[in-house]
């Protein structure tokens, strides 16, 4: 079926209004040869049809809350999200609505942006935030053009931490493709217990951006202050990538004196999705706001003197700017920028505390517990939010297997990203795991220590 | 339109003031751009720069533009105050708003006030 | 930190959730640790506040209901936004995404456990290769310009793999949308500007001249922003091949071409699709969008890793298995994980499903016929420059002889007669620019109330010009202040001053 409200009727007499007698003559500006291709499609379906096939597809599939106990983290993350959230995000006045071009019918939008940017700021101890990227991890790829931009292509260098998401650091990579730069520290065969002054080394006078991830992809937590005063005595600038969950607990990025602090706010109220869409945030100073890619809300005033918000600073943006432009970005995430801040507006700052606290408590229970079993181990000393990487006594991918078997979904296996670490999981638990849901994969990996 | 006759104009809107080698944008740039929001100098003191380099980038409200020296020579001074006060680029063009300072500055192709005027003009046209 | 107290001559219309918060009160509450507990992080590893607000569960919902209504949208009224597609969202869509094994299931999962996903996802790139003509598709890129970005680089990458490193020139037509130079600009390549001629085709003249040996490609819009159909496609093309370029279509326009052309077989090299603008995924007020890239048989091996494949062939009896490649000479990966899946894939293949091939070639059909229809009842009283048979969209000039009304003026008094003002001031080389698509969900009455509303609207521009200036003025708010915005750079709100944290 198709959703054209037109009858043959209605038709036929636009057409003669046009000046044409069919349809088809509307094309005759495209090649005859090539015009009206026979597709080769599945028969088109009604409503009810198209339903029950969509519904066969996912049931191929197991997922994370029905069929399947899982520990996987690496960057998506399984949190609840309060009903109100969808509830929000289905009002068609919000998501069939187009980018808030048209201020005076676009409050709604334009506001719950502004709202967006706040809490995220507050969140990350910044000043500003623009009203989002792709992703985590494009965000962070536009972090380096942010840097890139500030010192005008002059600096040719970026440091980055192995310890970044593997595949934010082949993100950036691709981004940077054109760019000319130089990449150091990036080695995942350097020692991952050095900690993260050893990526002073790598900063000169030549160095535009540091970037390291908070907690790091390890789960570890450190305090990058000092890091930061030096990549800020050689004039580069610092972006922390950080997961948001954490930062409910942990000390600000902006108090450490970050420049940036980007990440995924997927675990704010945006499901898993099989990977996307997600919601990369961007926060910084505002000294550098005129570098920052994407679109950005500001407050004002109408006519009627009403309080209203606005897209402003648009200049900077791709359709003035055009091939001067810092980056192509067109969209946002601007429904995801509502739900995440739906997200920590309904649980506000007691409902936040406690998930974190969850998070905390319960990923710790499981470190202590899995750290118990015969050949099983803690990789890393250091403090840790909700992720983790637990020593296996065989590859992580057998473990896995027989996680798997049992219906666990193991942690992710770290083998494929760092060749020293072919024996470990990187775990995640969140405040959806209970109890009796870790003591299972205790009860499972028990199992494999006993093979 | 104003345009003072001690300076001269380029085609792409700069003047030069060849008695103490300073650069900016004219009267009828800015107007064209109207309310502007954001200017950062592309240049360090002691550059050499080329007639037609970018030397500055402006945003204003809904447009932006880039701005090419009239004039080479070495840059001897940059108007290191006006990142904090783009709007003075509105009010004062010719006076607060120069951009950079050049030395030796031989110029490129360049119009005298009454001539850039009428370009003006005919462009308004 | 900002001051929120606004002064006092401001009229707060709706508070934001900062100032709606009030110390104590508490919204969805998380339930008890069934753990034993764990000390937390040493005290320096701590936050030493949250400023975060405090509202209980009935304040957010009416908050942002208030929030909602100040929304013009799809589903309230006619949207005839130039460039935009702004269609009608199908509602099955926003249930089909949200199929709990869909929406629960993580990017890291065992393939063996998301069949279900990687089936949708290989089906789907064989869809729009069917639909595009086209070799390979990539359903990475997260929207239209990720997307566009991703076929520049691809294009860089294959000029680079046969050693030919001078060809960083790209031809962009003089009407093209802002994205197609910025992608290339973040590549660091150089933009060469191709005008257009009369008839809103690509001057065949300036393009020979522009041809040579230093071209990476050309990157054109077909139809073009100004609605055309380009009558030498097939000049323009060879042109530009012939010098050793490749062609980037920009796939924004696609609504006007399914059922009817396929850019693979006009000869494209690369084309991203909207999967929000032609294949219904709401646009959500400004994303997420979705931006898959079709590539021809020379750029396969070039495509984002990874891609969805077969990787056991099934039977009789047992079904395939589908799992993931990395393609030769990748560019690499554009974002994390697989690309818009639930938001965008999800949606657009339950809308291919429904529409079939006739269906998809009804739909492109209509598209047309709604455009050329309105600009045929608009051509008497606004004057359109490129005056021929238009695809999906058609430029006006949003001026009259002896008024000073200008195309903003009457995109703002469309407000009052209730329908979404069409693009202005795009594409740039129309003056005074109204660029209208009615996309093939409007029904005749909508289309025709709208014409009647522009016909109005220009007599009002001769006898009420003030009406039209001051304009809209029955809408929940007025014209903005965007130098105010622009210079005070107010862009976050705060906690009220004296808001006790600690509590």
Sequence with gaps: ?451 | MNAPSNLKYSKSDEWFDPSSGAVGLSDYAQSQLSDIVFVEILVDEGETVEVGKAIASVESVKASAEIFSPAAGKVISVNKGLSEKPETLNSDPYGAGWMIKVEGGTTGDVMESAAYVKYCEERTH | MTDISVSQNVKIVEPTVYELSSVGRRGVAMPASDVPETALPEKTLLRTSLPMPELAEVDVIRHYMHLSRFNYSVDGGFYPLGSCTMKYNPKINEDTCRLPRFIYTHPLQPIETVQGNLALMYEMQEWLKEISGFAGVTLQPAAGAHGEFTGVLMMAAYHKSRGDARRTKMLIPDAAHGTNPASVGMLGMSVATIPSDARGNVDLEALETACDDTVAGMMLTNPNTLGMFDENIEKVIKLVKDCGGLMYGDGANLNALLGIVRPGDLGFDVMHFNLHKTFSVPHGGGGPGSGPVGVSQRLVDFLPSPLVTIVEEGDDEAAPLYGFFTPKQTIGRMKAFHGHFGGGLVRSYTYIAMHGAEGLKDVSQYAVLNANYLQARLRKTYKIPYDRICMHEFVAEGQFEGSDVRALDIAKRLMDYDFHPPTNYFPLIVHEALMIEPTETENKDTLDAFADALIKIAEESLLQPELLHSAPHITPFGRMDEVKAARELVLCCWLPEGYDLEK
């Design chain 1, 1 to 451: 079926m198709t959703y054209i409200p037109i009858s043959p009727k209605e038709r036929d007499e636009m057409l003669k209004i046009i000046g044409v007698g069919t349809l088809d003559e509307l094309f005759d500006a495209v090649p005859k040869k090539h015009r009206f291709p026979k597709l080769n499609l599945p028969q088109a379906l009604s409503e009810m049809e198209a339903l029950a096939l969509l519904g066969e597809l996912a049931a191929g599939n197991e997922n994370v809350r029905e069929h399947m106990i899982s520990f996987l983290g690496a960057g998506a993350y399984n949190h609840y999200i309060p009903a109100v959230v969808d509830h929000i995000l289905r009002r068609g006045e919000f998501y069939t609505a187009y980018t808030p071009y048209q201020p005076e019918i676009s409050q709604g939008t334009l506001q719950s942006i502004f709202e967006y940017q706040s809490l995220m700021a507050n969140l990350t101890g910044m000043e500003v935030s623009n009203a989002s990227h792709y992703d985590g991890a494009t965000a962070a790829a536009e972090a380096v053009s942010l840097a890139h931009a500030q010192f005008r292509g002059k600096r040719k260098k970026i440091v980055m931490s192995p310890t970044v998401n593997p595949q934010y650091r082949a993100v950036i990579r691709t981004y940077t493709q054109g760019m000319g730069l130089e990449e150091a520290g990036d080695d995942p065969t350097a020692d991952l217990e050095a900690g993260p002054e050893f990526l002073t080394q790598f900063i000169d006078d030549n160095t535009s951006l540091v970037i390291v991830q908070y907690p790091d992809f390890f789960g570890r937590i450190y305090d990058y202050a000092k890091l930061i005063d030096a990549a800020h005595a050689k004039g580069a600038l610092v972006c922390v990538v950080a997961n948001p969950t954490a930062l409910i607990m942990l000390k600000t990025p902006g108090e450490m004196g970050a420049d940036i602090v980007v990440g995924d706010a997927q675990p704010f109220g945006i499901p898993l999705w099989y990977g996307g869409p997600y919601l990369g945030f961007f926060t910084t100073k505002k000294s550098f706001v005129h570098k920052m890619a994407g679109r950005l809300v500001g407050e004002t005033v109408d006519a009627r003197g009403q309080r209203a918000y606005v897209l402003t600073l648009t200049a900077r943006e791709q359709h003035i700017k055009r091939e001067r432009a810092t980056s192509n970005i067109c969209t946002n995430q601007g429904l995801l920028a509502l739900a995440s801040a739906v997200y920590m507006s309904v649980l506000g700052k007691s409902g936040l505390q406690e998930v974190a606290e969850l998070c905390y408590q319960k990923a710790h229970y499981a470190a202590a517990e899995l750290s118990k079993i015969d050949g099983f181990g803690l990789c890393f000393s250091e403090p840790f939010f909700h992720e983790f990487v637990l020593c296996c006594p065989k590859p992580a991918g057998e473990v896995n297997q027989h996680l798997l078997e049992n219906g666990i979904i193991g942690g992710y296996d770290l083998g494929e990203d760092y060749p020293a670490l072919k024996d470990h999981l990187l775990i995640a638990v969140t405040e959806m795991n209970s109890r009796e849901e870790i003591d299972t994969l205790l009860e499972a990996l028990k199992e494999v220590s006993h093979d």
